[in-house]
């Protein structure tokens, strides 16, 4: 598959690489990733003006109401760039559980100043023991009048110390892994007995620990109906899951590119690498792993943006295939560059240790074969 992008979006494609390449360098993010904070605000804030953090949603909040198709095209070139800021986790995820399960008041109060860059949100659903399932929450939701008291832990929540905002599943009611009574709460990171534990990730970004200890939250702060988190968390998991993709595409796109450059350069024996033919051979199964890649990303894509059926289990066949794939390029581009492969100066290394986190996040390749031969 290749599909046709619209003028608007080459445009966009266009315009987020000419951003990237004048402003994002390998240096330059490696700079970013070392401060204290680890992610650049006026880079943000660039995304920002660009319209990029307003791409995917509708037009009467300042989007191209692309939506799947905006968020694949920027989190490609996202993934080519190695970028850091929290785009996925504001946009992707929060952005499209609010723009899913939230009131009107909550869309027209929310979405306006996360696509402004003025606030930054991570999702906060993983807990200890937890695995992938969605349904499994012991963070507990309790009304009092007209709030809810959340006590609890949420475990490696991705960009929560750059957030300012999360949104928190806890079980308003049944048991632990009951599909229903699981509901999602906005909370401010700033929260009275809410606290953090921070920590850097492999890929050099931010997560933490998230302890809830009696957290008060007002009753209209949650999102959507009660105990019906988890089919929103469903619904996430899907675009997510492309988005990952995508970005997995990007990171894959630029190893075949280094990886191809290196061996045209490097000599062995008084030749190039590139004109052994096992080493040839190698490359093509790395390009064939990309194309294939590529055709099943851009058909999630397409099938969220019709909001065709049978898209959940499309979302796992290209998770497992695609999450392979980019293991496989990441651990061939290592071992053609040699040593250097993973040394921090070079950026072959920083795209294999992004490729293994996205692996990881919300379902590994393994689980989500499992899940698909669940539903044939």
């Not at 004048?22 to 700079?31: A, N």
């Not at 006590?151 to 009951?178: E, N």
């Not at 957290?215 to 469903?234: D, F, H, K, W, Y």
């Amino acid at each position: 598959m290749d599909i046709q992008f619209t003028d608007e979006q080459e445009l966009l494609r266009s315009s987020i690489q000419r951003l990237l390449r004048d402003q994002y360098d390998f240096d330059t993010r490696r700079k970013i990733i070392a401060t204290e904070e680890g992610w650049s605000r006026k880079h943000w804030d660039g995304f920002a003006e660009l319209g990029l953090l307003a791409a995917p949603f509708p037009e009467e909040f300042g989007g191209l109401g692309e939506g799947p198709l905006a968020s694949m095209i920027i989190m490609q070139e996202f993934g080519r760039n190695l970028v850091v800021e929290p785009f996925f986790e504001t946009i992707v995820l929060a952005g499209g559980v609010i723009e899913q399960a939230g009131s009107s008041a909550q869309r027209e109060e929310l979405l306006p100043e996360m696509t402004a860059g003025k606030a930054t949100w991570a999702l906060a659903w993983a807990e200890r023991g937890s695995r992938y399932d969605l349904n499994n929450v012991t963070t507990v939701g309790e009304r009092h009048g007209d709030e809810y008291v959340l006590s609890g832990d949420k475990a490696a929540v991705i960009g929560a110390p750059w957030a300012d905002k999360l949104i928190v599943s806890a079980r308003t009611s049944g048991d632990p892994r009951d599909r229903s009574g699981v509901s999602l709460f906005i909370v401010d990171r700033q929260s009275a007995n809410l606290h953090l534990q921070s920590f850097k990730t492999i890929d050099a970004r931010r997560a933490a620990e998230i302890t809830l200890r009696g957290v008060r939250v007002p009753a209209s702060r949650m999102l959507g109906e009660e105990g019906t988190g988890v089919a929103v968390l469903e619904a996430c998991r899907d675009r997510a899951i492309a988005a990952l993709c995508a970005e997995a595409v990007g990171a894959m796109t630029e190893l075949n590119s280094a990886t191809l450059e290196y061996t045209k350069t490097r000599k062995q024996f008084g030749v190039a690498l590139g004109t052994f033919q096992v080493l040839q051979h190698r490359m093509v199964d790395m390009f064939i792993a990309l194309e294939e890649s590529i055709s099943l990303t851009q058909h999630l894509n397409l099938t969220l943006a019709a909001n065709e059926p049978g898209s959940s289990k499309l979302a796992s066949g290209a998770k497992s295939k695609v999450g392979g794939a980019a293991r496989f390029v990441g651990e061939q581009a290592v071992q053609l560059h040699g040593g250097m492969g993973m040394s921090d100066e070079l950026n072959v290394g920083h795209y294999f240790k992004r490729i293994a986190s996205i692996n990881i996040q919300f379902g590994d390749p393994a689980y989500h074969l499992m899940r698909y031969a669940r539903e044939n």
